[in-house]
């Protein structure tokens, strides 16, 4: 019975998602962002786990900052979330010519420049901003990518996710065989997009994010680390008009040969930039995500101390 009920749910949300995707289809983008920012607003005030959990997060990474001002910060993030999930679906009826007309891009001699040295591209971001309509624009202007994803559980809004981030000739990595596939990838002289803000279970190493641990991905530092790839941090802006600006920023410069846990450090120079941004326009960042584990800091404030320790050794 839950089996047929978690069906009926999928194929209710996907005909949610191709009505929404014909209104969409015939307004304005700007108008589409107002919508999707009501919508945002609307599940402020029904989603009361993820407030509470958007009001803790920035509880700890401001708390100079008055509970007003916070409460209003997450009122404004739940906003922008609503109007991503409009946008990149009304993104996703663009032509070609439309994806161009509706950023400006800044920064981009940084990965023609890394492109040219033929050892890949590693693109970091986070669930920040307009990340998607980035990497689906990216290959009109340079070449295609990959980029490490994980499934969504209803396959049918998963198959409609993937046809938008692959209209533009891009291609999608998931977890299974991803190391090989990636090395693969990089060796070919070609880019990969990975996000490093999600917490994980296995694989991970603690760096600092707003002056907590952070169980945070090792691949992007390991895989540059491994092949030479340069390391590019990406990141997409709202403009007015329904329209974007996509900054690619100058690459992360690895660690000296011979620094002690490069993989760490490395990792920490990306989250310190992924922070730089977040906290500059701290609405756009999903602080509704369980980014800090009260149950794993104790153990990434050992890890760090440990890292610490040995770095002061030397």
């Known amino acids: ?27 304005p983008m700007s108008v589409v962002r107002a919508l999707g920012r009501g919508l945002g607003r609307v599940a402020y005030v029904i989603d009361g786990p993820r407030r509470r959990i958007a009001l803790e997060n920035l509880a700890f990474a401001f708390p100079g900052r008055p509970v007003s001002d916070r409460q209003a910060l ?69 070449e295609p990518i990959s980029a490490l994803a ?15 981030r692959t209209s533009t000739g891009n291609s999608v990595i998931y977890r299974q065989g991803a190391v090989r596939r990636m090395l693969r990838e990089l060796g070919a002289g070609r880019g990969i997009a990975v996000l490093i803000d999600q917490h994980l279970h296995s694989d991970a190493i603690y760096v600092g994010f707003f002056r907590r641990p952070a169980a945070t991905t090792s ?5 540059a680390l491994r092949t030479g790839a340069t390391v590019i941090p990406v990141f997409a802006l709202p403009l007015p008009y329904g329209r974007y600006r996509f900054i690619y920023e100058h690459p992360v410069d690895p660690p000296r ?14 989250t310190d930039v992924l922070e730089m941004y977040v906290r500059r326009h701290p609405d756009l960042w999903m602080w509704m995500h369980r980014r800090w584990r009260d149950r794993d800091v104790s153990a990434g404030v050992s890890e760090l101390s440990a890292s610490s320790d040995a770095e002061a050794d030397v």
Request: aromatic share 14%.
């Open 1 to 27: 019975m839950s089996g047929f009920l978690t069906g009926f749910r999928y194929r209710l949300e996907w005909l949610v998602a191709l009505s929404v995707r014909t209104v969409v289809r015939v307004a």
């Open 74 to 142: 997450v009122k404004s993030m739940f906003a922008h979330f609503g109007a991503v999930v409009l946008e990149l679906i009304k993104f996703g009826t663009y032509s070609r010519e439309q994806m161009l007309a509706a950023a400006d891009v800044e920064g981009e001699e940084w990965y023609h420049q890394a492109r040219r040295q033929g050892r890949g591209v590693l693109f970091f971001t986070g669930h920040f901003g307009y990340w998607e309509m980035q990497a689906v624009s990216h290959a009109l202007t340079g």
């Open 150 to 164: 994980r499934p969504l559980d209803n396959p049918y809004l998963h198959a409609m996710l993937e046809e938008i």
């Open 219 to 223: 691949a992007l530092a390991a895989l």
């Open 257 to 270: 040969a011979g620094t002690p846990d490069a993989v760490r450090e490395f990792t920490q120079r990306c």
